[in-house]
């Protein structure tokens, strides 16, 4: 069964290349924006939520808590998307299991997805996660500042067009 993953993500340039990666990936992909993200949660569950930490009418924080807050949602797992210096603090604040600091490799992307999908089938999701090239929320992700690069420079040729004609 193909996993559903949610982007909630207010640059449309990030979303579409988030999207193309993901399901160049294999995976099925939608995307919402701020507090139509909490309905979109309800109307198709997700097997792993991708929240920016900025956007307009609801942030990525005050959406994580809403998501942990409730049973039926407190189980899906959360990466922060952030482009703030911050994303330690935005991790931990979203409460997020992991954290792609802006701008990204896409096979960081792609590396975080398969670790939390693949991590939903063990027994504990409490803890922070160690992602390639992420941001840490603490001493268990470890930052790489070196393999974080402009998504531009790590897309081939065919996802370059694939987004332009999008």
Not at 4 to 10: G, K, S, T, W
Request: proline content about 5%.
């Amino acid at each position: 069964m193909t996993k559903y993953i949610l982007v909630a993500e207010d640059d449309s340039d990030i979303s579409a290349l988030v999207r193309a990666v993901l399901e160049d990936a294999g995976f099925d992909v939608g995307v919402t924006v701020g507090s139509a993200t909490l309905s979109a949660v309800r109307d198709r569950r997700p097997d792993l939520v991708m929240l920016d930490y900025q956007m307009p009418g609801m942030d990525g924080v005050r959406i994580a808590r809403e998501l942990k807050s409730d049973a039926a949602t407190s189980t899906i797992p959360i990466v922060a998307l952030t482009a703030a210096g911050h994303a330690a603090t935005v991790c931990q604040a979203m409460d997020a299991q992991g954290c792609l600091g802006k701008p990204f490799e896409v096979d960081n992307l792609v590396a975080a997805v398969d670790k939390l999908i693949h991590l939903t089938h063990q027994p504990d999701l409490s803890g922070p996660t160690s992602v390639p090239g992420s941001a840490g929320r603490d001493h268990g992700i470890q930052r790489r500042d070196h393999s974080v690069r402009p998504v531009n420079g790590a897309m081939d040729d065919s996802l370059a067009e694939r987004l332009l004609v999008a």
